[in-house]
Each structure stands twice: as structure tokens, then as C-alpha cells.
């Protein structure tokens, strides 16, 4: 990828929003582009750190694993997004693993020249703190989730979600596998099938392929705050 | 709280570490203290924030509750702990509730004024980029053991915590009750007490009012990370 190419992904990367041509410079010097496989680890937790990654192109799931080999996924990020931030800021060690889940074009930030800039330019101290504050309102919600829910109204809350993201209103595009889904909701695919194929007979979603059409509103926001899926 | 007493505070707060004194003074300028007693709420999930906090005298959980009232704990913190910073720098209500669980005096630090002070000061928000991403941390923790961790695993994770926080060995102080550090597991206070007795039983642990006596290092570590708990 040439000079102009890391710059470009930059310049559109929300943490970098409101910065001057100059502070977009400063960052696409320090940038370093790295290719990961399909499946490829980026990290895994207990590394030490030696910087942070921001999405080019491709898909990247954060993930923690059991002894057993469970797996629960902490996110799902594309282009433009930043992770592995934690151990620039505190501690030394990623807390979670990072994985390729398609061919990725990723950029890393060195920490010790990423901690200098940051100290030169408030607004991109604003902005990490403001990713990071994101960050720890989607960790509250997802361990309400875990703690307080059931798997269909964390089901019916994250379509709800999508929707929001894509903007649309009734129907939604799975980015992610049946089997990512489960993982990310914290459960198994088992389970996450017969929960999609009792709201499809309760005619509160039809499932075509990866697109999920949402038939009622009012229904899934009810699932969503309740928690209970009529028998 | 005379003026003094304020600035005493924020002198031992972790997150003003490192400030010159002319910085603390600032900072002190805009505190205002707030008195609340045992049980009430200091802010509830969804209400427009103005500010953050930091706990002086007392102790504050914070928390989610569900429809039904259950209810899971967040954070217990005590004092020098600052709490409710994420709408200061992303989106504007509070993803949580608090509550003061003992008669407690807190600092309550306005949005604005701290802002300003923050994009002056690159140390402070050096320093509160360090707490958000502690936070961060502690929250792929928490996930973690309500997905992929049993209830007694996450006990003794909590145990082998309080003893590093604590810096003991061989025992640690609760200071909490019962009762929440069953929500801060993710349990109820029925299972909380079979799983104190069985490993008593097990001779893992010896349970003395609020001392737990930790009487197999090894034992536990593995409990910890294994996730089962021996028939």
C-alpha cells in the first residue's frame, strides 16, 4: 500500500475526526501496515504491547477464550476502527485476543510515538478518551446482557442495534456468521438456531439468508427490554 | 468540608497523580462537594450527566438492574475512586446506576470546567486515559467470567484479587456483604453460601465473619482457572 493509502485510511478514521492536515501527517508517519491471513491471530492476550491497530481493510474479531475452549467475543471490527488500545494506556499486556476473520490490511501505531503525539494535541487525547468511553458503554451493556437477559432479548437487542447502525428499519444484514453471532451473544449455535426459528414462527422476524427482515417493531423492542420469549 | 479538605482529597486521588500543585488548585476551584447518605442514589441509568465523581468518605456501588429487579454489580468503589466519566466524553446520560452504599461524601467535578482543564493539561488526561483503560481491563474480567467461568471459578478469581489488592497471602478482608458480592459474581446469595461451604469443605478456604482465611494457594489458582469445583 503506498504513502497516500495509509493516509487516506486515516483521514477517514473517526479517532482522527477534526484533526489539522499537519496531525493527520504526523500520524501516517508513524504508521506501519501490517497483512494478516484469513484466520490469522494479531495478538493474543498476554502479549506484551508495543502499540495499538486501527482496521485498513477486512474484518477483526477481539476475543476471550476458556481452558476448555469456549470462546466469547468482545467485539467485531471493520474498517476504520481501533483496537488494542488498553495497553498503550495502562499496564503492558493485551487483555484479549485479536484475530483475522478475512484477509485484513491492518495499521499499527507504535506506543511510545503515538503517546508523544498525544501529549502535543488535545484533540486527539479528546477523541481517544471519547473511543474509549464508547467502548466501556457497549462493555455495560454487554454484561447486562450476560448477567440479566436471556439469549432471545440479547438476540432482539442486537438486531435492534444493527438496524440503528445500518440505518434502516426494517431489515438488517448479518456481517458476521451464525456461528461468530452465538459467540458475540454468549451462546451456542445450537441454542441461537432454535431461538431464530421460534421468532420466525411468532412472526417477529423472517430469516433470508443473511438478511434478516424485522416484521415487528414493537414486538422485538418488548423482547429486548423483557427478556422472556412467549412459549 | 472546608475548602482544605477538598484539596486533601484530590491530592491523593490517583487519577491527579503527578499534577503540579497549581494544577490540583484548579482542579479544586471547580469541585463541589455532595453529602449523600446510606442507600441513596447518586445518579440512575439514562439521566442527562453534567459531571463525573469521586468518592471522598464512603463507599459507592455501581450498577444494572433489570426489569424484574435483579441486579448486577459493576463496581464497588471506595475512596480516591473517581466514577461516571463515560458520558463526559462520549454520548450524554449515564450507562448505569449509583448509589451510595454507606453515609458518603463526594466530589462531584462539571463537564465543562473539566474539560477545559483537561485539554491544557496533557499529564491529566494522560492519567484519565490510564483509569478508562484500567476500566476496560477489569471489564474483559468481568465478561469473561460471567461467559466462560463457573460461579465458584469467579469466586476464587475474587479472592485471589482482594488478596493482591489487599497485599496479604494467606487472608483477605471482605468489604462487602454477602449479598452483593453475589451480584458483583453474577449469582444470588443461595448459591453464593453452598459454594462458600463446599470450599470450606475442600479445606480451600476457612470462612471467619468478614475474614476469609485462604488456606491453598495452588487450589485456588487452579479453581480459578479451570472453572470447576471438585465433587
Redesign the interface.
Known amino acids: 500500500m503506498p504513502m497516500q493509502t495509509i493516509r487516506q485510511i486515516l483521514s477517514i478514521t473517526p479517532l482522527f475526526k477534526g484533526l489539522t492536515p499537519d496531525q493527520i501527517d504526523d500520524i501516517t508517519n508513524i504508521a506501519v501496515e501490517r497483512k494478516y491471513r484469513r484466520g490469522e491471530s494479531i495478538f493474543m492476550e498476554g502479549d506484551e504491547a508495543d502499540g495499538f491497530y486501527i482496521v485498513g481493510d477486512g474484518q477483526v474479531k477481539i476475543f476471550?477464550?476458556?481452558?476448555?475452549g469456549?470462546e466469547?467475543i468482545?467485539h467485531i471490527y471493520g474498517p476504520g476502527k481501533p483496537f488494542g488500545?488498553?495497553?498503550?494506556?495502562?499496564?503492558s499486556q493485551f487483555?484479549?485476543n485479536a484475530l483475522a476473520l478475512v484477509a485484513s490490511r491492518i495499521l499499527f501505531l507504535p506506543r511510545k510515538a503515538f503517546?508523544d503525539l498525544?501529549?502535543?494535541h488535545?484533540?486527539l487525547?479528546?477523541n481517544?478518551?471519547?473511543?474509549?468511553?464508547?467502548?466501556?458503554?457497549e462493555?455495560?451493556?454487554?454484561?447486562?446482557n450476560?448477567?440479566?437477559?436471556e439469549v432471545p432479548s440479547r438476540l432482539a437487542s442486537y438486531l435492534i442495534y444493527l438496524a440503528r447502525e445500518q440505518g434502516t428499519d426494517d431489515r438488517v444484514t448479518l456481517d458476521i456468521s451464525k456461528g461468530q453471532l452465538a459467540s458475540l451473544l454468549?451462546t451456542i449455535p445450537e441454542t441461537l438456531s432454535r431461538i431464530f426459528a421460534k421468532m420466525t414462527t411468532q412472526a417477529l422476524i423472517r430469516v433470508d439468508g443473511k438478511q434478516i427482515h424485522l416484521l415487528d417493531a414493537v414486538g422485538l423492542e418488548d423482547l429486548a427490554?423483557?427478556?422472556k420469549l412467549a412459549e
Chains 1, 2 share one sequence.
Open positions: 476471550k477464550t476458556s481452558l476448555e469456549k466469547q468482545l488500545e488498553v495497553p498503550v494506556f495502562s499496564g487483555p484479549a503517546v498525544i501529549s502535543r488535545p484533540s487525547s479528546m481517544m478518551l471519547g473511543e474509549l468511553s464508547m467502548r466501556l458503554r462493555f455495560t451493556v454487554q454484561i447486562e450476560l448477567s440479566l437477559k454468549g427490554a423483557a427478556g
